[in-house]
């Protein structure tokens, strides 16, 4: 049974050597599988996109980190939940939820997909989407 969920800020640690990358490792390692969001896809492709074009690694690297991404996805050590109008309702019920916490769009996605599919840890390195993951209950693994 997969109960940890990944926010993309903290997936991309495992493709592309950063800070934290090695006890996002240790991490994974130990899972059974990581779920992830059909939406972790888009900003995967995005930040490698990104880095490559500030030059901060290279097409080749970009291109590994994309195929063993897939790779993970076919050999079940991520599994990728779909997103629905649920998420979209869900998402909105938690941004008004939090009032206190400034939550963006995409940050409330990730965390209504984790909710939805009663995820007991939460992956991030992002403070807002941490603060929001706690104050709803989950135990968080905080890569910031």
Known sequence: ???????????????????????????????????????????????????????????????????????????????????SDNHCAEAERLMQSLPRIPLRALDALQLAAASLMEAKEFASADRIQIAAAKAIGLKVHDFS
């Open 1 to 83: 049974m997969i109960t940890l969920f990944s926010d993309t800020s903290v997936l991309i640690k495992w493709y592309i050597a950063e800070n934290h990358s090695e006890a996002v490792d240790k991490l994974f390692v130990a899972q059974s599988g990581i779920a992830i969001s059909r939406l972790a896809g888009v900003e995967f492709c995005s930040a490698l996109s990104r880095r490559r074009r500030n030059k901060q690694i290279s097409k080749q690297l970009e291109k590994a980190a994309l195929a063993l991404f897939y790779t993970h996805q076919s050999n079940g050590s991520l599994y990728v939940l779909p997103l």
